[in-house]
């Protein structure tokens, strides 16, 4: 009986070091938020005023990727208030499952503009249409509103009554009039003018830009003083610069201070989603720790990035576009126009100039997209294919190369397929030296974790793993370029190591692998595991230890 007990306690201790890891790492004090100006005037590609559907989903599983907890969306040409037809729903509860099945935090935010009486009915409902497709929380966002003392009663009025009147939603922030000081004469001044929407419940946070719109650098001492000493965070508008004439370019690790990074740091994004890949990884870095940003492994992943979602349109390979993205960061030149940009910068020809050659994510077509692998330890290029098809259908083929000054080489030449769910094979030959991994003959796997053939490896070690995406999204997953040792990054899948990889080779597969229901998207080291339920493991656990100990 003391071994049946030492073993449900060991079951115990297991199970909850998985439910740590479930989880994941998300820093639910840094988030992206879509609340820039994108007028029509500024079209790019014929898109304007917001993400598209598909490139919500690239965001969420980037976020993931890289720590980052809390996608808010607020644009400021979006009518928020506005009820979603049938598709938009159908859209926005793909989104909402995503970030729920990934950990991501989904805030959908609200600017009721002028409030013209107390009734607050038309706001619940809304509030509860945006709670049916699964989004828990929401922010409400004064800025640029009416703020005389009449509006911030209202204001404080609807916030206590929707927090009371709305169940299972939580309001996570609370963008004030008064969120900058500019427009005061001091702080006392400023402060004064918080004093009514302080009134809400003191939980809530307060979202302030500092003493200005956008500080070249954020400190905790230039938030107010208030009474009801709620926590504050900062919305960082350093990249937002609601034009699609040029690129942001210098890294955001110099825009605030260490300590507002686990306090509250929300970036406002700049606009279309591939000109702003950089500053995501690098708010990935500050996220999970780190001081400041690589440039290096940051145009990598950027280049890798732009190159699996389509964005390639000339024979440049994945080294030369990430040094001439490594080189525009580093000399952070404002260039007028993306025409000049190019002219200063050939290698990065059609990059932000050009609509995509196929679409990351598609509901019902056929989408393709060169398959790239990075690294944080070299580069790897991919001239390949990846095709997928209806739902979580992929195939890739082409040649994969890459040279690293790492460890050892990697080749390798075959077939893999894959049918049916999670069921991968694959044939062939793949040799290394140096840090090397050798196999030969067939491993197959079928069902969970099953798998076959004739493994050999020594020194350091190379892995990968493909997967399938499905109709709602077929990026080939996402790398995170702030991991230290061998790199990660995918192609139609994940695929992770050191050292110099060379292969060619044919992958194709079919079924649905989608690990979510919100369209199948490839899972990121980030999130919850989703064929484990340790609560339930642990619980039946517990039951059984205590009975085992009474008997």
């Not at 905790?220 to 504050?232: D, E, I, V």
């Amino acid at each position: 009986m003391k071994s049946i007990n030492l073993i449900l306690l060991c079951t115990l201790v297991f199970c909850m070091s998985t439910i740590t890891h479930a989880q994941g790492t998300l820093n639910m004090k840094t988030g992206l938020i879509e609340g820039f100006y994108w007028e029509q005037a500024d079209t790019v590609n014929g898109q304007y005023a917001s993400y598209s559907y598909s490139q919500r989903l690239l965001l969420i599983n980037l976020m993931a990727s890289n720590g980052i907890g809390v996608y808010w969306y607020v644009p400021q040409t979006v009518d928020l208030m506005a009820s979603w037809t049938s598709s938009q729903i159908t859209e926005w509860t793909q989104v909402a499952t995503l970030a729920n099945n990934k950990g991501v935090r989904l805030v959908f935010g609200l600017r009721p503009h002028y409030i013209a009486s107390n009734n607050f009915a038309a706001v619940k409902t809304r509030l509860e249409q945006i709670r049916s497709v699964g989004i828990k929380y929401y922010s409400l966002n004064f800025d640029d509103a009416e703020g005389d003392a009449s509006q911030q009663l209202l204001q404080k009025d609807m916030a206590n009554y929707l927090s009371t009147n709305v169940a299972n939603m939580t309001l996570s922030f609370f963008t004030p009039n008064a969120y900058h000081m500019d427009e005061y004469p001091n702080r006392a001044a400023w402060e004064s003018a918080l004093v009514t929407v302080d009134g809400i419940s003191s939980t809530v946070p307060f979202v302030f830009t500092g003493e200005e719109i956008t500080p070249s650098y954020m400190t905790t001492a230039q938030y107010p003083t208030l009474s009801s000493g709620r926590p504050k965070v900062f919305w960082s508008n350093w990249i937002a610069v609601d034009t699609s004439a040029n690129i942001p370019w210098g890294m955001i690790d110099n825009n605030a201070e260490p300590a507002i990074f686990n306090t509250g740091y929300y970036l406002n994004l700049n606009f279309p989603l591939e000109r702003a890949i950089h500053h995501i990884y690098c708010l990935g870095a500050l996220s999970t720790g780190s001081t400041s940003c690589n440039v290096n492994n940051i145009a990598t992943s950027w280049a890798t990035w732009l190159n699996t979602n389509g964005f390639f349109h000339y024979s440049y390979t994945i080294t030369q576009v990430a040094t001439s993205l490594k080189n525009a960061i580093n000399n952070d030149v404002y260039y007028p126009t993306i025409a000049q940009l190019e002219t200063a910068y050939p290698q990065l020809k059609g990059l932000f100039s050009q609509a995509p050659t196929a679409s990351p994510s598609s509901t019902s077509s056929t989408s393709s997209s060169p398959g790239i692998v990075s690294s944080s330890s070299g580069q790897v290029s991919s001239t390949g294919q990846s095709t997928s098809t209806g739902n979580s259908t992929s195939s890739s083929s082409g040649q994969v190369s890459s040279s690293s000054s790492s460890s050892g080489q990697v080749s390798s030449t075959g077939q893999s397929t894959s049918t049916g769910n999670s069921t991968s094979s694959s044939s062939g030959q793949t040799a290394s030296t140096s840090g090397q991994v050798s196999s030969t003959g067939q491993t197959s796997s079928t069902g969970n974790s099953t798998s076959s053939g004739i493994t050999a490896s020594t020194g350091g070690q190379t892995s990968s793993s493909s997967s399938t995406s499905s109709s709602s999204s077929s990026t080939a997953g996402e790398s995170n370029p702030n991991t230290a040792g061998a790199g990660t990054g995918t192609s139609t899948g994940t695929s992770t190591g050191s050292g110099t990889s060379t292969g060619s080779g044919t992958s194709t597969g079919s079924g649905n692998n989608s690990p979510t229901s919100s369209g199948g998207e490839t899972e990121e080291p980030n999130s919850a595991p989703k064929n484990l339920n340790p609560t339930a493991i642990i619980g039946l656990s517990l039951i059984i230890l205590i009975v085992s100990m009474l008997i």
